[in-house]
């Protein structure tokens, strides 16, 4: 039965910083406490190492919808569920709000007790407070890809 996480934050950087930073995804080793590394093999193709539980995971993911300051969404390639969304709306005093959901299929017994106890929602609110303040203490982003996709289409 696929998990279903939300986490959701306020971070003091304007929407298009925000999001460029988003688009990086080799960097999200700096900030997503499982994931051990991101390769970025196209504009809408990654590939993912993961630790979840002592468990090492592979797979590859599309980014299946994306539109700039806005959200991103994705979908593991694979069998395996991992799909998510994020959006960012800006804020009136300029920052912006982040929300994330993501669906995962727990395999292993400690993955599984570990949703049921909602420590996989846990782990994404500290990964977005690990993001909001790597994005803060910066005051910029490392990089940003302003490319649009629409389903399966890049533009």
Do not use: C
Request: aromatic share 10%; hydrophobic share 35%.
């Amino acid at each position: 039965m696929p998990s279903t996480i939300t986490a959701d934050i306020d971070v003091d950087a304007p929407v298009r910083t925000v999001y460029n930073q988003w688009t990086q995804f080799e960097d999200f080793p700096e900030f997503m406490h499982a994931v051990e590394s991101i390769e970025q093999r196209g504009d809408d193709l990654t590939h993912w190492v993961v630790s979840i539980g002592g468990v090492k995971r592979e797979f590859d993911a599309v980014i299946t919808d994306q539109v700039p300051d806005d959200h991103v969404a994705w979908a593991s390639v694979e069998e395996r569920l991992h799909a998510g969304h994020v959006s960012f709306e800006e804020r009136p005093d300029g920052g912006t709000h982040i929300e994330l959901e993501m669906q995962w299929e727990p395999e292993t017994f400690l993955e599984k007790a570990g949703a049921t106890l909602n420590l996989d929602e846990r782990q994404a609110e500290m990964d977005l407070r690990r993001f909001k303040e790597f994005i803060e203490d910066r005051g910029r982003e490392t990089g940003a890809w302003r490319g649009r996709i629409d389903g399966d289409v890049l533009e």
